[in-house]
């Protein structure tokens, strides 16, 4: 099922408003590193967002040492032929992993 990409304003519109997070891949992904005070925290905000994922059915890209967690969010179904584009599917994880940190 095909998702409508944001077009650049509308990134441009959520980067300004989330400096947190940076434009990845040509625009085409956003991430954004946290850090935590030991692996145990960063594993604990990983299994949040999982269930987070899991309840959006719109999974990140991430990767995690030790107390640092990097989340890469994109769209595949948006631009599936070139790797994905980004979607307000992931405005909305962007959202509800603020939340977590709220």
Same mark, same amino acid.
């Given at each position: 099922?095909?998702?409508?990409? *944001? ?5 441009? @519109?959520? /980067?300004?408003a ?11 992904a956003?991430? $954004?590193?946290?850090?935590?005070? %030991?692996?145990? @925290? ?5 299994? $949040?967002v999982?269930l ?13 040492v030790?107390? $640092?967690?990097?989340?890469? *969010?994109?769209?595949? %179904?948006? %631009? ?5 584009? /980004?979607?307000? $599917?992931? /405005? ?7 939340? /977590? *940190?709220?």
């Amino acid at each position: 099922m095909a998702v409508t990409p *944001l077009n650049s304003d509308e990134i441009a @519109e959520f /980067l300004a408003a989330h400096s947190d997070w940076q434009s990845a891949r040509d625009g085409k992904a956003i991430t $954004r590193t946290f850090q935590f005070a %030991d692996f145990s @925290e960063a594993w604990g905000f990983m299994n $949040r967002v999982a269930l987070i994922a899991e309840s959006h059915d719109h999974h990140p890209e991430w990767f995690n040492v030790y107390n $640092r967690v990097e989340i890469t *969010l994109t769209t595949h %179904d948006a %631009d599936p032929a070139n790797g994905g584009a /980004l979607s307000a $599917r992931d /405005l909305k994880m962007v959202e509800a992993i603020a939340g /977590l *940190l709220a």
